[in-house]
């Protein structure tokens, strides 16, 4: 095990906007020359990291013109370092960052930036083709104003952006003077998307002073300093990697490792190699990291210590996400030598958070030491708390979950509202309170509140991390040919999260093939309809559905019953894994085996409730 002597945060005095932070930082004579990032064989400096940030900043202000059109710029790209200089780059230049999810296709993709307004784009050049098939449907953005981050793969894409900056600003060892403009904390400095329950992803607003408030809470719950090193493979464009990656590294004047995208093999190695000591996380790559191990070393645990968890140049000390299993988080927490693992809940909204610490309950995502916070039912009751039997089944489950809400008087937290979408924010704040969307239940221990996650209402699903409409993946099903209609619903997965099933109702005479539906899922997902997180993971046949007095699907007893062979004997049930290329018959045999499963991973009672 390596040294973990810890070295205090270098305290930088600077407004509360990331330009004032970035500049302060390159002056700084501790920081200035202090590794800020690194991705394989680059390093950025603090002071770097200005020089990279203003180039940006200017070259964006002069392909923006006029100043009497929004400033809004949006990227689509894989965690790069020139992300985090666009991020930059919009701080110094007083604009907005608008951070496309890279999963999206077709009609979505033009619709979000449509709503961004956005009059620069910069993309991957492996989404370029996305790009390409929607460019004339674009309102706002001009051709000329497409640059490409290249990734090396085949010829220079034409456009392409670090060759235009080059060329326009020369290099970036030249210390250019910042944009003249005045920045102010509140000003709108990034949006980020998140899946609404209906239509297009919201954009959710934060200005200078979230970001830098997010790092000042997450570096301080970590206890974080200036030797501390992230490491940042979720999407740098969603607010996990930000909020809980970059911005505390960032703050404590430390270092950031970056990978383009997560990958499992690569993950220990990356860890030994930037002496990694945080990482953020969702609750999938925890178990993926555990199962790459467990393949490598096949059960040889004294192996796994020697190489992995004793090993001289592991500094991993901390992770900190949302997702992880109890059993995940042990195990986790021991191959990789953790110091503590701090299972969260929040979301990009920042409205409500809570993070969980050594010693508190198992499953639970942290104490709820604020009032405000309260568990709600659909009449704005509040919930009461669960309680257990000797055998640790909740007896009251019904009563006790509800709505994860901030009441009134209680404020909003850091949540600042969605960008030009007026309908979205009086949905999330209804009469002074404030809808998270998720479900949960509080549990007293010792007189203290702790909250325990229970998935997300109907509406959404939210699988591998990322948060998306089920109506939509519904409306998408029913394009299929031998489908009438299709109701698309979350349920429990082994991991973390959830899974994608699909209710069918098939067309009169229509006979439900799985070979076919596999296939023809797929092809909308190389197609770009479909996102490959959406395809199901099972299917129910019905023969038809229940339905509200307005003539919605009844989803909520589809979710209750979900793949549950107890409760659906004799229902049509298909289901697929991962690596499977067709769906198969779910039998009863295959849940039992599944619930085993879900015992081993203390997730039993998501299938019983």
Same mark, same amino acid.
């Given at each position: ?9 270098? =305290?930088?005095?600077?407004? *509360? ?5 970035? $500049? ?8 200035? &020359? ?10 950025? #400096?603090?002071? &770097? ?25 949006a990227m689509m790209l894989e965690n790069q370092l020139e992300l985090a200089a666009l991020l930059g780059g919009c701080a110094f230049g007083k604009l907005t960052l608008f951070g496309i999810n890279t999963g999206l296709r077709g009609d979505v993709l033009a619709g979000v930036l449509n709503h961004a307004r956005a009059r620069v784009l910069v993309i991957g050049q492996r989404f370029l083709p996305e790009l390409e ?46 944009? &003249?403009? $005045? ?5 709108? *400095? ?19 002073? %979230? ?11 970590? %206890? ?33 490792? =970056? ?52 090993? @001289? ?26 110091? /503590? ?6 979301? #990009? ?34 919930? !009461? !708390? ?29 949540? $600042? ?63 299929? !040919?031998?489908?009438? *209609? ?8 082994? =991991? ?8 069918? %109702?098939?067309?009169?005479?229509? =006979?439900? /093939?799985?070979?076919? +539906?596999?296939?023809?899922? $797929? ?7 479909? /996102? ?12 038809? +559905? ?22 659906? @004997? ?19 045999? /295959? ?11 203390e997730r039993a009672e998501l299938l019983d409730r």
């Amino acid at each position: 095990m390596a040294d973990r002597e810890l070295v205090d945060p270098i =305290v930088v005095e600077a407004p *509360l906007t990331l330009a004032a932070q970035i $500049q302060a930082r390159a002056e700084h004579p501790r920081a200035a &020359d202090r590794v800020f990032l690194l991705q394989d064989d680059r390093r950025w #400096t603090y002071r &770097d990291f200005r020089n990279e940030s203003v180039r940006m900043a200017l070259f964006l202000r002069s392909r923006l013109g006029s100043a009497s059109e929004p400033g809004h710029v949006a990227m689509m790209l894989e965690n790069q370092l020139e992300l985090a200089a666009l991020l930059g780059g919009c701080a110094f230049g007083k604009l907005t960052l608008f951070g496309i999810n890279t999963g999206l296709r077709g009609d979505v993709l033009a619709g979000v930036l449509n709503h961004a307004r956005a009059r620069v784009l910069v993309i991957g050049q492996r989404f370029l083709p996305e790009l390409e098939r929607i460019l004339p449907r674009l309102e706002h953005l001009a051709p000329e104003n497409v640059f490409v981050l290249s990734d090396g793969s085949g010829a220079a894409p034409t456009n392409d952006l670090l060759a235009r900056v080059g060329a326009e600003l020369g290099s970036a060892r030249d210390s250019l003077k910042a944009p &003249d403009v $005045q920045v102010e904390p509140g000003d709108n *400095l990034m949006v980020i998307y998140t899946s609404g329950t209906t239509g297009l992803p919201k954009g959710i607003i934060n200005n200078h002073m %979230k970001l830098c408030l997010t790092g000042v809470a997450v570096s301080g719950h970590m %206890k974080l300093g200036a030797d501390d090193v992230g490491y940042a493979c979720m999407p740098m464009f969603h607010s996990n990697s930000l909020f809980v990656g970059m911005m505390p590294a960032f703050w404590v004047c430390g270092g950031l490792a =970056v990978r383009e995208r997560f990958s499992a093999r690569h993950f220990v190695p990356d860890v030994l190699r930037y002496g990694v000591t945080f990482w953020n996380y969702v609750g999938e790559p925890v178990h993926y990291v555990l199962t790459a191990l467990e393949r490598e070393y096949q059960g040889d645990l004294e192996r796994l210590g020697r190489e992995v968890t004793h090993h @001289p140049a592991n500094r991993l000390r901390y992770a900190v996400g949302n997702g992880a299993s109890p059993p995940d988080i042990d195990r986790f927490s021991d191959w990789l030598a953790l110091d /503590d693992m701090f299972e969260l809940y929040g979301s #990009t909204e920042a409205a409500i958070s809570t993070f969980r610490r050594r010693g508190d309950p198992r499953g639970t995502v942290g104490e709820v030491t604020d009032p405000a916070v309260q568990i709600l039912g659909e009449q704005g009751d509040e919930r !009461p !708390p669960a309680v257990r039997d000797a055998s640790g089944r909740i007896t009251n489950y019904e009563a006790a979950v509800g709505e994860i809400c901030r009441v009134a008087g209680g404020g909003v937290g850091l949540f $600042q509202g969605y960008f030009d979408n007026p309908d979205a924010n009086t949905s999330k704040v209804r009469d002074g309170i404030y809808h998270s969307g998720d479900l949960g239940h509080i549990e007293l221990h010792d007189g203290r509140r702790f909250l325990f996650f229970d998935g997300r209402t109907a509406d959404w699903i939210r699988k591998d991390g990322e948060n998306f409409s089920a109506a939509q993946v519904g409306r998408l099903l029913s394009e299929h !040919p031998a489908v009438d *209609l299709a109701a698309a619903y979350g349920v429990p997965c082994l =991991v973390s999260d959830e899974l994608v099933m699909a209710a069918l %109702k098939l067309r009169d005479g229509a =006979v439900f /093939d799985p070979d076919h +539906f596999f296939q023809w899922c $797929q092809a909308q997902v190389a197609q770009g309809s479909m /996102d490959a997180k959406w395809v199901p993971d099972f299917v129910r046949l019905v023969p038809d +559905f229940s339905y509200t007095e307005t003539q919605k699907v009844l989803v909520r007893h589809l979710k209750e019953v979900h793949f549950d062979r107890r409760r659906l @004997p004799g229902e049509p049930i298909y289901w697929r894994r991962r690596g499977d290329t067709t769906f198969q018959p779910f039998t009863k045999e /295959d849940f039992d085996r599944l619930r085993g499963d879900f015992a081993t991973a203390e997730r039993a009672e998501l299938l019983d409730r």
